[in-house]
């Protein structure tokens, strides 16, 4: 059995694509993968299944709650690998110690064409950021609600991505049972 994770955009903010996670628990139980968890309300799930890619198991997840709940959520599904990988080249050590002030953009794909002038244009003076292959990392010591940048990422980078903080980001690789990288 491969550990995943899946990293659901869209629900349960405000009071739009409501779908409690107990519900979202036993839709992916009948869809055939074990030992779901999940963390907080906004769509952070671990579970185990040793059958599908990524991008079939995102599939799947999708069409299964467009079904069951009426809506279509973007679901990005990693392997344990990558969320550990994607900790451990964290360039902002120092983001760890406020750990909403550091977010994880995970990337659908890479973001070839990302528009790197606006972007540098867009962040405080404060802030910084890193594009990686498959992650966009921002540190917003001043506040992640306060950056022009973190707004606009998404459009900046050309493709679709979802944002969790590193207390997230952390808590979702404990809940798979690994250690922090």
Request: include cysteine; charged fraction near 20%.
């Amino acid at each position: 059995m491969k550990t995943w994770i899946a990293l659901l955009r869209g629900i349960n903010v405000g009071g739009n694509n409501i779908l409690p996670m107990v519900e979202l628990r036993a839709n992916l139980s009948a869809l055939g993968f074990t030992n779901v968890k999940t963390y907080i309300q906004s769509g952070n799930v671990v579970f185990e299944s040793s059958a599908g890619s990524a991008s079939s198991i995102a599939d799947k997840m999708s069409n299964c709650i467009e079904e069951s709940h009426g809506f279509r959520p973007r679901v990005l599904v990693l392997e344990l690998d990558d969320l550990l990988a994607a900790v451990e080249a964290n360039p902002f050590p120092e983001g760890i110690d406020e750990p909403k002030t550091l977010h994880f953009s995970f990337l659908a794909e890479p973001a070839v064409n990302a528009d790197r002038t606006t972007m540098d244009e867009l962040k405080s003076p404060t802030e910084r950021y890193q594009l990686t292959e498959h992650v966009f990392y921002l540190h917003a010591p001043d506040g992640i609600g306060r950056s022009k940048l973190a707004t606009k990422v998404e459009k900046l980078l050309g493709v679709a991505a979802t944002a969790r903080n590193y207390r997230t980001v952390v808590k979702l690789v404990a809940m798979a049972g690994a250690e922090k990288a």
